[in-house]
């Protein structure tokens, strides 16, 4: 069985520029999370996904935005970048939404913004 | 506001050695509390915790949660090199599959 996919693995981007960044959940799991890492705020919750609607929203400004498709995959789209979101950003995959659900985590696409 | 505080932040132990990691936790509607390693990149899923006193086991770790106190502890024992990396615990809280995370506690294992 796979596990979840995130494309692409690493990306460079400059300031002011926009980026996309996908997700494939495991196969069955219908919910998607979006996280970003950084090494000084640690792993910090963006959204949530489930049957193609936001369920959840973190604290991110609204130039951090998403949405899932109807076979579930996620993509997570940041406008006008700046320096400060250059983060490794992880996505996992639930089987459900509501809580009480493992989450299992990609491998994260690395966005560095110069 | 949902809270996570791990310790220790580090440690360095050597192989064969039995270390303890704490989470404590304050959290609106508790649902679960769930423990992840991070080596590299992806966490990867060790324990889901949802009843107090109940030890979840998996070879040589075990991980079991305490709701009255607010706490959880993860075990690891005859540790071996390759349990070094960042543990992680998260909390979910009212709004379901929102995790809030802690810091984490990066445990290297000497041989």
């Known amino acids: 069985k796979a596990g979840v996919t995130q494309t692409p693995r690493y990306l460079i981007k400059t300031r002011g520029q926009q980026v996309t960044l996908s997700c494939s959940p495991i196969?069955?799991?219908?919910?998607v999370s979006w996280y970003q890492q950084t090494p000084g705020q640690g792993l910090q919750f963006l959204f949530e996904?489930?049957?193609?609607?936001?369920?959840n929203k973190g604290n991110f400004p609204g130039r951090f935005s998403g949405r899932q498709f109807s076979n579930s995959r996620s993509e997570m789209n940041v406008s006008t970048l700046e320096l400060g979101d250059s983060a490794l950003y992880l996505c996992?995959?639930?089987?459900?939404?509501?809580?009480?659900?493992?989450?299992?985590f990609g491998q994260g696409t690395r966005l560095t913004v110069v | 506001e949902d809270k996570v505080v791990q310790s220790p932040l580090s440690l360095v132990v050597h192989e064969g050695d039995t270390v303890t990691l704490n989470c404590s936790y304050e959290?609106?509607?508790?649902?679960?509390l769930l423990w992840y390693k991070q080596e590299k990149k992806a966490p990867t899923f060790l324990f889901m915790l949802?009843?107090?006193?109940i030890e979840k086991k998996s070879g040589r770790l075990s991980s079991i949660l305490d709701k009255k106190e607010l706490f959880s502890i993860l075990n690891i024992t005859a540790t071996q090199t390759g349990d070094s990396a960042v543990y992680l615990c998260?909390?979910?809280?009212?709004?379901?599959?929102?995790?809030?995370f802690g810091a984490g506690t990066i445990l290297r294992v000497k041989s």
């Open positions: 196969s069955g799991h219908r919910s």
């Open positions: 996992a995959s639930s089987l459900y939404t509501g809580g009480e659900t493992e989450a299992f």
């Open positions: 949802t009843s107090s006193g």
């Open positions: 996904y489930f049957s193609e609607t936001q369920r």
């Open positions: 959290v609106t509607n508790f649902r679960s």
């Open positions: 998260a909390v979910e809280g009212k709004y379901g599959n929102k995790l809030v």
